[in-house]
C-alpha cells in the first residue's frame, strides 16, 4: 500500500520527497523546535534529513512506521506529523512538530486530528497515544484539543541533552470517540 496522501481544510499531508530535505533541516533544526521534542536533535547534521525520509517507505510497508509532511499551499512545508505504529495491538503513538513561523496558527491540532482519524478507520486502531516534554504545555493542549485523555506523568522518563526531564502521556481510544 503507498504512503497516504490526506486533505484538510488548510494541509495536504503528503509523503516526505527529497526536496524537502532543506526544509526539514532548517525548521525542525531550529533550536525552538528541537528543544520541545523527544527526539529532534540539535544542530540537526548534514545527512540526517535525508536518512530520515530516505526510511519512510520501507518503515511504512513494514507496517511500522507511518510519516507525512504537513504542507500548506501558501508555504509549503510548515511540519510533520507521524504514527509510530504497533499494529498486533492495534495502536500508535502520534508524534509531530511544527515550524516555527507556523506556530500559533492551529497546523499542529490540526493535521494531528487528520491523522487520528487516519489510524482509527484505516489502520483499524484501538489506541493512539502521545507524549509531551511537561515543560511544553502547548503540546499538550494540542493533544487536550483531539480530546485525549492525560493519563499522567512519566517523572524523569527520558533525559534531553543531559536533563531528566517529565514527560505527559495522553490517550485516545477509538471507543472515546
Known amino acids: 500500500m503507498p504512503l497516504p496522501t490526506l486533505i484538510t ?3 495536504t499531508l503528503r509523503p516526505f520527497a527529497l526536496n524537502d530535505v532543506s526544509a ?8 525552538q523546535v528541537a528543544s520541545t521534542t523527544l527526539t529532534i536533535p540539535h544542530p540537526y547534521e548534514d545527512g540526517a534529513a535525508e ?4 526510511g519512510h517507505a520501507s518503515q511504512w510497508v513494514a ?3 507511518l510519516a507525512l509532511a ?3 499551499a501558501e508555504d509549503g512545508l510548515v511540519g510533520a506529523i507521524s504514527l509510530d505504529l504497533s499494529l498486533p495491538h492495534r495502536r500508535a503513538e502520534l508524534g509531530y ?3 516555527v513561523p507556523f506556530w500559533n496558527r492551529g497546523y499542529a491540532t490540526e493535521a ?3 491523522l487520528v482519524e487516519y489510524g482509527f478507520a484505516e489502520l483499524d486502531l484501538n489506541r493512539i497515544e502521545a507524549q509531551y516534554l511537561i515543560r511544553n504545555p502547548a503540546s499538550g493542549r494540542v493533544l487536550e484539543k483531539l480530546g485525549m485523555m492525560y493519563e499522567g506523568v512519566r517523572r ?3 533525559v534531553k541533552w543531559g536533563v531528566p526531564e517529565d514527560i505527559g502521556l495522553c490517550s485516545l481510544l477509538v471507543s472515546d470517540r
Open 24 to 31: 526539514v533541516q532548517r525548521l525542525a533544526g531550529d533550536h
Open 63 to 65: 507496517h511500522e512506521f
Open 70 to 72: 504537513a504542507t500548506t
Open 112 to 114: 494531528s486530528r487528520a
Open 9 to 11: 481544510e488548510r494541509l
Open 156 to 158: 524523569q522518563h527520558i
Open 97 to 99: 512538530w511544527i515550524g
Open 51 to 54: 536518512e530520515w525520509i530516505g
